[in-house]
């Protein structure tokens, strides 16, 4: 029996990739450094920020530091005006709130960060828990964040499905015994989310409910 979902934030609930690519693109501006690909900034998200900077400039330590911390100092500009939430997405997790679903949130973004957007759109109230990039544990897609998650809230895997747009989420989920879902409107597309092999796949964030 599902009691709880534990979402990803970025790419599944709210629509913040022109919010991040737009930041990425003036980090590497400011920086001196080749602009990558928006492909290939999309599909990053999800990474740890220091990581998916790193990999897209093929930065050094030093470099990929310095463009975290130019990345943060510039992504307020950008998170109010750039980002959205998805739709559906407040109605059904009021439904499920009402039906008695547990939620969460395990996220990449910091906790900073992620509270501002949530408590500027009215999404917090839904959350009783987080586990965000700031607590320290092992990154995406190793499921360390995820445990966490559900120790947190007390949960087993088998009470739980993780909800996300990235194959990360996806191997996250996988990795702690909790069954998947992946949503096809996000960071990653239908058929590189395939690759990872998710209990249910789903078009629309509604649909949800249909397999809790």
Do not use: W
């Not at 599944?12 to 501006?29: C, R, W």
């Amino acid at each position: 029996m599902t009691k709880a979902i534990l979402f990803d934030f970025d790419g599944t609930l709210v629509d913040s990739a022109p919010a991040i690519v737009k930041t990425m693109e003036q980090t590497f501006f400011h920086l001196g450094v080749t602009v990558p690909e928006e492909r290939a900034m999309r599909a990053t998200i999800g990474l740890p920020l220091a990581t998916a900077l790193q990999q897209l400039g093929s930065l050094t330590d030093e470099q990929a530091a310095m463009a975290t911390a130019t990345y943060r100092e510039l992504f307020p500009q950008f998170a109010l005006s750039h980002l959205t939430v998805f739709p559906q997405v407040l109605d059904t997790l009021d439904i499920l709130r009402k039906q008695g679903i547990r939620m969460g949130i395990v996220t990449s973004r910091e906790s900073s960060s992620l509270d501002h957007i949530m408590q500027h759109h009215s999404m917090a109230s839904f959350f009783e828990a987080s586990v965000t990039g700031a607590d320290g544990f092992k990154p995406k897609p190793a499921p360390d964040m995820a445990k966490a998650l559900l120790d947190r809230m007390g949960l087993s895997p088998e009470e739980a499905m993780v909800v996300g747009d990235t194959t990360f989420d996806i191997e996250i989920g996988k990795g702690c015994g909790c069954r998947t879902i992946a949503v096809t409107y996000g960071n990653h597309d239908a058929q590189t989310l395939a690759t990872a092999h998710p209990t249910y796949m789903v078009d629309e964030f509604a649909k949800i409910m249909e397999l809790v």
